[in-house]
């Protein structure tokens, strides 16, 4: 594996070009915000500063390639990967290990080769709201909605950090399922993997029935 190179610095965010309309994966800024709503139920300013994330990102990939999406926490992130690309967690494409890092990789499914896209704390001090949100300098009650807002759109991913890596074997291979049973306990069905009684009954489960 090639040693990793040291973050290069991203192309200017169309949020920084002000002769030019915000954009982010060719939505216009106001509708992606729309769309962050009806899909996370809230304008949530971390899924809006994943939707500059994931647009930087896919502005260095090369075009037609198919790829897959790693992400380093469940928090906001995956949602805008989901809203974005078409990696979702459902189709396996989009890959979480909550590392608690907010960083992002889209990846060439076989090679393994892309981008990572990360919050760089040093680039974030310059946006005060946005930073005191993002290390919880401020209760919420404290924090100024609008201007953390105005503050996500203007500087689009002037705060991001941008590396090529490759993603280790390990990370983008793909479990495959062998196959299905019915469980003697449960009588329900579960991969043939976990042994002859599914992980619920073996005393995984999170749920009680209460009838």
């Not at 380093?72 to 890092?101: H, K, S």
């Not at 393994?112 to 209760?139: C, Y």
Request: include cysteine.
């Amino acid at each position: 594996m090639k040693k990793q190179e040291a973050p290069i610095t991203p192309n200017l965010s169309s949020a920084m070009k002000s002769s030019q309309k915000v954009t982010i994966c060719s939505h216009e800024y106001d509708e992606y915000i729309n769309i962050v709503k009806s899909f996370h139920g809230h304008i949530a300013p971390g899924v809006a500063i994943g939707g500059f994330m994931v647009d930087l990102a896919v502005r260095h990939l090369p075009d037609g390639e198919f790829f897959d999406a790693f992400c380093e926490t469940r928090v906001c992130l995956p949602d805008a990967i989901q809203l974005l690309t078409p990696c979702t967690i459902g189709n396996g494409w989009l890959r979480i290990i909550d590392f608690g890092r907010y960083a992002l990789t889209l990846y060439e499914k076989f090679g393994g080769e892309g981008v990572r896209v990360f919050i760089d704390p040093h680039k974030l001090e310059k946006w005060s709201e946005v930073n005191a949100w993002f290390f919880k300098l401020k209760k919420k009650k404290d924090q100024d909605f609008e201007l953390l807002m105005r503050e996500i759109k203007q500087a689009g991913s002037d705060y991001c950090g941008l590396q090529r890596v490759r993603l280790k074997p390990e990370y983008r291979a793909q479990n495959k399922r062998k196959g299905f049973a019915i469980c003697p306990v449960c009588n329900e069905s579960h991969p043939v993997d976990d042994g002859n009684v599914c992980r619920a009954c073996q005393g995984e489960t999170v749920v009680e029935t209460l009838d």
